[in-house]
């Protein structure tokens, strides 16, 4: 491995070891690029410590959970690449995964931004390409608590865009799997970090946007992605960041707008309850 490469892969964990080694497992077997993996931390607890020391690739240790953001932004300081590829543990990647991405990023202009398509394992789509939100938006978003009751469906949510099935420039993407230039990235300061958990990948897009760059989705470039794999196993953790997260994005584009900021408010207050009243239940039944 030289000092610089093509590509840094940075990828966070917390409790996840399984999906994390077969995660990195799929990254080291890319082929036709260099590339170097990048694993912070946030104190697990499960065996991912040990499983990391040791390994012939970097590794960042946190003494506590410093949330997505922050922890992509400490990677990202140790990265020598050209390109950041930010990426969940939950994921597999394909081996030709990273030089597709990056011979895309090389001959495109103007692209600040790019995203593969991310599948469920049994091949079906998942929401990658998105508009930017309106407060309504949440009512009907997989966060709601009428998504969790079945009363909507992702498909009511405004901020859903649809795919086309060539490269397309959209609002935002997920930042379960996104390429940016290294020197972009630390030029508009990486992720917010007042953003915890969610909604920071939707203010890096917007961002992005505002410098006069794309956001790009190249939905013939796929990766396998276990949706909520890792958020999934502390429901009310992940509920508390999510509308935590939802009001401080509203809050820090829209500061003025509080005769529309304060029913949110509210709306997340009751929403937060119920959410996590539900996800208990569901909790005491499963037992």
């Excluded at 999906?19 to 607890?45: F, P, R």
Aim: proline residues 5%; positive net charge.
């Amino acid at each position: 491995m030289t000092d610089r490469c093509a590509i840094s892969c940075i990828i966070v964990s917390y409790n996840c070891l399984d999906s994390l080694q077969n995660c990195i497992s799929s990254l080291s077997g890319q082929t036709g690029i260099e590339h170097e993996i990048i694993v912070v931390d946030n104190a697990s607890s499960d065996g991912t410590i040990e499983y990391l020391s040791g390994r012939d690739f970097k590794t960042i240790f946190s003494d506590l959970n410093l949330g997505y953001g922050r922890a992509v932004n400490l990677g990202a300081r140790r990265a020598s690449g050209k390109y950041l590829f930010i990426l969940n543990p939950d994921t597999v990647v394909g081996p030709r995964t990273l030089s597709e991405l990056y011979r895309f990023a090389e001959l495109s202009e103007n692209v600040g931004l790019i995203s593969p398509m991310l599948l469920h394992f049994d091949g079906s789509p998942q929401v990658t390409a998105r508009k930017l939100p309106g407060r309504m938006d949440f009512v009907f978003g997989r966060g709601s608590p009428l998504y969790k009751l079945g009363l909507t469906g992702e498909s009511a949510a405004g901020y859903i865009a649809p795919i086309d099935d060539k490269p397309m420039e959209t609002p935002t993407v997920s930042a379960t799997a996104l390429l940016v230039n290294r020197e972009l990235f630390a030029t508009i300061g990486g992720f917010d970090p007042r953003f915890f958990l969610y909604l920071e990948d939707i203010d890096l897009c917007r961002r992005i946007s505002e410098a006069g760059l794309k956001v790009m989705l190249l939905p013939t470039v796929t990766i396998g992605h276990a949706w909520r794999g890792s958020s999934g196993k502390k429901p009310l953790f992940a509920i508390y960041h999510h509308h935590r997260s939802v009001w401080r994005y509203f809050r820090k584009y829209y500061p003025g707008e509080w005769h529309y900021n304060l029913p949110l408010l509210i709306a997340l207050c009751v929403g937060f309850m119920i959410s996590s009243l539900l996800a208990v239940l569901r909790k005491r039944g499963s037992d």
